[in-house]
């Protein structure tokens, strides 16, 4: 069974970079798709991107151009690059894999 476990948040300056991962143990075999979720004080839980198997990427029209997901299959770790970063973009992140969750990580990002 797949446990995941993210990493990187953390409290940044309006246009500044962070990077997120998503370490996943056990076997990817069989995942389909790995995901970031979102969700901001007071708010509803948002999708932000997704990267299936194939490795074709998607993304929330709000992070598109500023947001990466990519993957390390080697090392069973999900990534989410975050540039350009914007105070709406505080909220804890989530990574998923398929219906496993992982239990989030904090990114705050002051004006």
């Known amino acids: 069974q797949v446990q995941l476990v993210e990493s990187g948040g953390g409290s940044v300056q309006a246009g500044g970079s962070l990077r997120l991962s998503c370490a996943a143990s056990g076997s990817a075999f069989g995942v389909q798709t790995m995901a970031w979720y979102r969700q901001g004080p007071g708010k509803q839980r948002e999708w932000v991107a997704s990267i299936i198997s194939s490795g074709f990427t998607l993304y929330t029209s709000s992070v598109r151009g500023r947001f990466t997901i990519s993957r390390d299959n080697a090392k069973n770790t999900l990534y989410l690059q975050m540039n350009s970063l914007k105070p709406e973009d505080t909220a804890i992140y989530y990574c998923?894999?398929?219906?496993?969750w992982g239990r989030g990580t904090q990114v705050t990002v002051s004006s």
């Open positions: 998923t894999a398929d219906t496993i």
